[in-house]
């Protein structure tokens, strides 16, 4: 199956400590996967805050993303991170291709 626009896969991990971010960083970009972090806010629960730790993917073969998840999951886990969380998603819109709403510039 083909994308419309792109697949974007992302794959969470539990954070680490710094040299070990610098080795997710390091396993991420040698398989051409891009590298993220951010602090997450549980609005459920007061002062929650758990920092996060994601890379991603794109390409437009819908197996092509596929083996490269099931792939980095290994990679990762191989070299003993917890991996929290994968998905995948299917671009239908993006303002940087094409403005279909007509309200970015």
């Not at 602090?39 to 629960?45: A, D, G, I, Q, T």
């Not at 996060?52 to 099931?70: D, H, L, N, P």
């Not at 990679?75 to 279909?100: G, M, Q």
Request: proline fraction near 2%; charge should be positive.
């Amino acid at each position: 199956m083909k994308a419309r626009y792109y697949f974007e896969a992302h794959i969470t991990v539990e954070p680490e400590i710094h040299t070990r971010t610098l080795q997710f960083r390091k396993i991420c970009e040698f398989s051409g996967w891009h590298v993220s972090s951010f602090l997450m806010f549980n609005e459920k629960v007061a002062n929650d805050k758990k920092p996060k730790m994601f890379c991603s993917w794109r390409g437009t073969e819908y197996a092509v993303a596929v083996q490269a998840v099931i792939d980095m999951v290994g990679l990762l886990r191989n070299r003993n991170f917890n991996v929290l969380r994968y998905k995948i998603e299917d671009t239908l819109i993006d303002s940087k291709i094409e403005d279909h709403l007509k309200i970015v510039n």
